[in-house]
């Protein structure tokens, strides 16, 4: 969104009390008043949206137990942390990120892990390989845009794409909480054998058929 500099004439007091208010929101004096200014005319600004996505992601995945979200207001990016049913229970950790301006992408999911076990560094490998395939397959054709990967040390990096209909916030942080449960859910089935490619295939596939909503 394009941002103009406009010259304003405020009463001393009211921009102290804006001022604090803005600190103790993590945000800025302009930013703050763009965003009381828009809720004042009934517009959403995009950081508006972010943020209301991003606090209905927490608020889903607060009673779930498994994924334990963090997300300071103001902020473009949200973190869940998860344990792996692994021997020494390491932990991994998803941030959902999601950007301002106009483009094929909105945002991006990315997984990251610390491990020095070799034995589980392949087999996260062999399943984000999987994951990418099942995807290229089954959700690519669906999309107008392509889906970019990424897997270096320690991390994952999957696209966010505009979704192929107009949503609510609500709708897309529905889809966004589902999506990472289901890629969640079966990481760690993956690696305890208790699934294998095509069961996965197949609860993607049901995931994807009954989505109304494809990123």
Request: overall charge negative; aromatic content about 12%.
């Amino acid at each position: 969104m394009k941002k103009t500099l406009y010259s304003l004439m405020l009463n001393d007091e009211v921009v102290r009390e804006v001022d604090a208010l803005a600190h103790r929101l993590g945000t800025n004096r302009s930013n703050l008043i763009n965003e009381i200014l828009a809720e004042y005319v009934n517009y959403t600004t995009p950081e508006r949206r972010i943020n209301d996505v991003l606090s209905a992601i927490q608020e889903l995945m607060l009673p779930s137990g498994d994924l334990v979200p963090f997300f300071a207001p103001h902020s473009y990016s949200l973190s869940l942390k998860s344990s792996l049913e692994y021997k020494y229970r390491p932990t991994i950790k998803y941030e959902v990120e999601l950007y301002k301006g106009s483009g094929d992408s909105i945002g991006a999911l990315s997984v990251l892990f610390r491990t020095q076990s070799p034995a589980l560094i392949d087999g996260m490998t062999d399943f984000f390989r999987l994951w990418k395939s099942i995807e290229d397959a089954h959700l690519s054709p669906m999309l107008n845009a392509k889906v970019e990967y990424a897997l270096y040390d320690g991390k994952f990096v999957r696209t966010i794409i505009v979704p192929d209909r107009s949503c609510t916030s609500d709708e897309l942080a529905s889809s966004l909480a589902e999506y990472i449960r289901l890629f969640d859910k079966m990481m760690k089935g993956w690696l305890t054998g208790r699934y294998d490619a095509h069961a996965i295939e197949a609860a993607y596939y049901s995931y994807l058929t009954n989505s109304g909503i494809h990123f």
